[in-house]
């Protein structure tokens, strides 16, 4: 288990191995929640890196736009 630690400014310190298991890099933005008591921070993506994602994807329950009324 690795822990972080909260500055009186309420800056946060991303241990080592968790930013390099994570892929973070200086400057990159985090989308930041809470559920239950538990905070996630969720590195944001660009779109563009998203292009391909659900190729393959079965799409054939999606209702035309015309079933949506």
Do not use: H, W
Not at 3 to 27: E, F, H, N, T
Not at 44 to 50: D, H, Y
């Amino acid at each position: 288990m690795t822990y972080g630690l909260i500055s009186s400014k309420y800056q946060i310190v991303i241990p080592k191995d968790v930013r390099q298991a994570a892929g973070l890099k200086p400057g990159q933005r985090l989308i930041i929640y809470t559920k239950d008591n538990v905070i996630f921070m969720i590195p944001e993506i660009a779109t563009s890196k998203l292009k391909g994602y659900c190729d393959g994807m079965d799409v054939s329950s999606v209702r035309d736009e015309e079933d949506r009324s």
